[in-house]
């Protein structure tokens, strides 16, 4: 496997980006846990804010995801 894609960018920056959702998936939970743990009237953020925070998780995420479609059709050395 390392001689056949191992050596090959295109398969090293896929696996890149596919670790990126990962970590980027942890983060977001641990937010969204964080937000469910406080009681409903203590909320410092505005409802905007937490809004915006979100969108733009996802906006890196289909990114992340994008990315990794395009890698898949045009492979390069």
């Given at each position: 496997m390392h001689k056949v894609y191992g050596g090959q960018l295109?398969?090293?920056v896929k696996i890149g980006l596919v670790l990126g959702i990962f970590v980027i998936r942890i983060f977001y939970?641990?937010?969204i846990?964080?937000?469910k743990k406080r009681p409903a009237g203590e909320?410092?953020?505005?409802?905007?804010?937490?809004?915006?925070?979100?969108?733009?998780?996802q906006l890196v995420q289909v990114a992340f995801v994008?990315?990794?479609?395009?890698?898949?059709?045009?492979?390069?050395?």
């Open positions: 295109w398969m090293r939970s641990r937010n846990r964080q937000l909320t410092n953020v505005p409802f905007t804010d937490i809004k915006k925070k979100i969108a733009l998780w994008a990315g990794i479609i395009i890698l898949s059709v045009c492979r390069f050395n």
